[in-house]
C-alpha cells in the first residue's frame, strides 16, 4: 500500500539518510560532497531549508533550497525509486517555492545534470525553462542544463 509521504522540515536523525540519497540518487559516479556534516550545515543555516518526504517509516524524499534576496536556489532534490512518479518531488519543489513565493523573491534556479534526461524533464514539467549549459559543472566532467522559474505572476 502506497502511504502518500507527509513534507515537513529535516530533523537532524534525517541528515545521515539525505546524504547517502545524494550520494546514491544525485552525486552518482561523483565525489560524494553532501555527506552528514554538511547536511546538517544547511538544516541550522536561516537562509536553507532542508525538507523531507517521511510517511513514517521511511524517508521517501528531500529537498534543499537556498533563498537569497532575490532568487532561490534549488540545490539538491532526490525522491527513491519506489516513491517516484507520485508526485513526491512535484510536493517537495512547493513546499520549497512557498518560503520564496511569500517573500516575494523573483525566480527559482537550479542546476540539472545534463546526463540525467529524467530530471530534465521533470523541471520542465513543473515550469522550469533551460537558460544555458555549464559545461564540466559536475567534477569537471559532467555538464549542467542550468533552469529557471520565475515566482512572479504575469
Ligand atoms: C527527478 C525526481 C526528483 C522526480 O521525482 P518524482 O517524485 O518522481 O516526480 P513527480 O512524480 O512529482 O513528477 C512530476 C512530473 O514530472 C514527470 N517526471 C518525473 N520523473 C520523470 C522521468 N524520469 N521521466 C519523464 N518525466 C518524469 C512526471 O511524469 C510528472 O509529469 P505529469 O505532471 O505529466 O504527471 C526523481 O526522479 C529523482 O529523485 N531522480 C533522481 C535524482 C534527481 O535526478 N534529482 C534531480 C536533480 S538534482
Given at each position: ?11 537532524p536523525d534525517d541528515a ?41 517509516r521511511t524517508l521517501t ?94
Amino acid at each position: 500500500m502506497f502511504i502518500v509521504p507527509a513534507i515537513r522540515l529535516a530533523l537532524p536523525d534525517d541528515a545521515a539518510g539525505i546524504a547517502r540519497m545524494s550520494r546514491e540518487f544525485i552525486e552518482d559516479g561523483l565525489d560524494w560532497s553532501w555527506r552528514r556534516e554538511r547536511v546538517l550545515r544547511a538544516m541550522a543555516d536561516p537562509a536553507v531549508n532542508v525538507v523531507v518526504a517521511h510517511d513514517g517509516r521511511t524517508l521517501t524524499g528531500f529537498g534543499i533550497m537556498e533563498y537569497g534576496d532575490l532568487h532561490a536556489h534549488l540545490a539538491l532534490l532526490a525522491v527513491a525509486p519506489p516513491y517516484r512518479q507520485r508526485r513526491v518531488g512535484s510536493r517537495l519543489v512547493a513546499w520549497l517555492e512557498q518560503p520564496a513565493r511569500i517573500a516575494g523573491l523573483e525566480k527559482v534556479r537550479l542546476e540539472a545534470r545534463a546526463d540525467n534526461p529524467g530530471a530534465l524533464l521533470f523541471y520542465r514539467r513543473l515550469g522550469f525553462e533551460a537558460t544555458g549549459r555549464a559545461a564540466g559543472y559536475y567534477g569537471g566532467e559532467i555538464d549542467a542544463v542550468r533552469f529557471e522559474k520565475s515566482l512572479r505572476l504575469g
